[in-house]
């Protein structure tokens, strides 16, 4: 008797350890908006990395989940979702439906249209400062992102984490590119 409560007291020690490490270093999320598209769709469950930027910086390209200065219905920081397009840096023109990347017309292929509206940052240099990332949504003609004074800039410092899998639906199971 004293054996089998040792062994389930063994189980239940192990099994908030692993939760508490899980919860940690990753965070399941569900998309939550259109503006990924067609990378990601609305209800994609996808797992986000919380560890991989307390020791790397954000690429470009990295699809990343930060808090907006948006609020939820209940009063919080919104999470929004988007890719990197430019890092401390680097710099960034919008101009006749392109996006160049230090002098560079980005090749996107991961973009619903192949045309970029520049909106508040059309014929724009931006020289990205350190501490800050300009992220769009793969949606561009439906996407509130760094082109929109509201969001503007993200600080480095608001990222949550990277999203690196996709787990819902199931037909599309994988790492996220």
Known sequence: MKKEILEWVKTIVLSVV???????????TIVRQHSMMPTLNEYDFLIINR????QNKPQQGDIVVFQSNLRTDLGKKK???????????????????QVQLNGTIL???YIA??????KDYEDTEIVVPEGMLFAMGD??????????????????????GKAFVRLYPFNKIGLLK
Not at 51 to 54: A, F, H, Q, V
């Open 79 to 97: 999470l929004l979702i988007k890719r990197v397009i430019a890092v401390p840096g680097d710099v960034l023109l919008i101009k006749d439906g």
């Open 51 to 54: 560890l991989l930027y307390k």
């Open 18 to 28: 692993i939760a508490l490490v899980i919860t940690t270093f990753i965070k399941p």
């Open 113 to 118: 249209d192949n045309y970029t509206e520049g």
């Open 139 to 160: 949606n561009r003609f439906n996407s509130m992102d760094s082109r929109d004074e509201v969001i503007g800039l993200i600080p480095i410092d608001d990222i949550v």
């Open 107 to 109: 090749q996107e292929d």
